[in-house]
């Protein structure tokens, strides 16, 4: 009983007894119009549409003069001039609590799995501040993947934040589905940003699978979503992560996509009148995007590991949003096209990736190993071309000799079926294997056999 009167007595405590009201005076594309009420920047408001639409909810994205600039989480069909506006007094927050753990959440942080409410009175405002840059923990702690190619050539730590570069249809979000079944991270949580409605389902039933969701929150706001609602289920989706960070537990947030969140600020913007800059984006985007990406990592409690992908328009690593995204971030992986076509998945091309903290997290004697496979395969990829066409001549280079001796054995360490599982040590013993070197215990990472 009394959590049921703590839950109600939260409720009535949020709630704003003097409400300030306001009118639609113009509905323009995205963009709805109101003289009043009396609100701020990212105030939610409500507006009661006629004709049975009942209430549609908007967020304040613009203040001018006594015109209040509004953007609908839902459709804005039904809303017609003179309706009212209401404002509640409070920006957007969502609930948290254990219960979340294999729930799906839409943008607002609202249960969409008909599995019942998140019965919580504790709130956490979904736009929030990173963590003071000088309360933040060094990263010093490996985290696992279960994917060898990243575990042993491209080692994370808790608390780091990578980019997965790709074109469509690459692997983005197969990649992550193996890294949220088979990561060693307390709690999953996973932002599907933009995405087609039809690959929802199939992430949670195929990739995530039913272990994966156990311990996994989802928060989906669909490529048909207003641009609001997809660019508020990325904060919402941080904000969900944040809490459980704040529990002391090492949360594994895997993002997808950054490019789509990119997209719904440009709407945004463009809706309200900014110009735009760089090929088409308005400067709020460029702003938008480390205030995000920054409040992942480590905290006084607990770390957010974060994997964020970015697709890249016709595979240009270097067009704006991947080039900001990469300067953010503390590594990138890439995936190449190429890989993907000869079946080679998952596709990292690991000679253009690179983990910033893969020395903070890893041994000298793995990381010895992991440039020793590395050098064997940038040589390698020198000398293709004449490979291929067999225009090399064994005994001609040492190097080469190696690198073609190996390739097999690289191609094998590197290829991993959707469903296999590696661990940390199984995989630092394979790359060690393969580089002629014994990795001690001591750099396992506390990881056990």
Known sequence: MDTVLEKYLSAVEREDPIKCLGRVVKVQGLLIESRGPQAIIGEVCRISAPKGRGVVRAEVVGLRDDIVQLMAFD??????????????????????????????????????????????????????DPPDPLKRKRIRDRVATGVRAIDGLLPVGKGQ?????????????TLLGM????????VNVVALIGERGREVNDFIENDLGP??????????????APPLARLRGAYTATAVAEYFRDQGLDVMLLFDSVTRFARAQREIG?????????????????????????????????????????????????????????????????????????YHYPAIDVLSSVSRLSTAVSGPVSRKAAGYVRRLMATYAEAEDMIEVGAYKSGTNPGID?????????????????????????????????????VPTEEYGGYEK
């Open 75 to 128: 459709d804005t069909a039904g809303i017609e001039v003179g309706c009212a506006v209401t404002a509640s007094g409070s920006l957007l927050s969502v609930s948290v609590s254990p219960k979340l753990l294999g729930r799906t959440l839409d943008s607002m942080g609202l249960p969409t799995d008909d599995k019942g409410d998140i019965e919580s009175s504790l709130r956490y405002p979904v736009v929030a």
């Open 270 to 342: 463009l809706a309200v009148g900014e110009p735009p800059a760089t090929r088409g984006y308005t400067p709020s985007v460029f702003d938008s995007m480390p205030k995000l990406l920054e409040r992942c990592g480590t905290a006084e409690k607990g770390t957010i590991t974060g994997f964020y992908t970015i697709l890249v328009d016709g595979d240009d690593m270097d067009e704006p949003i991947a080039d900001t995204v990469r300067g953010i971030l503390d590594g990138h992986i890439v995936l190449s096209r190429r890989l993907a076509q000869r």
């Open 161 to 173: 934040r990578l980019g997965i570069f790709a074109g469509s249809g690459v692997g983005k979000s």
């Open 211 to 224: 272990d994966g969701l156990a311990r996994s929150v989802i928060v989906v706001s669909p490529s048909s």
């Open 179 to 186: 890294i949220a079944r088979n990561t060693n991270a307390d």
């Open 402 to 438: 190696e690198a073609v001796a190996k390739r097999q054995e690289i191609e094998e360490f590197l290829i991993q079926a959707v469903e296999e599982k590696s661990g940390v040590v199984q995989t630092l013993d394979a790359l060690g294997s393969l580089a002629g070197m014994e």
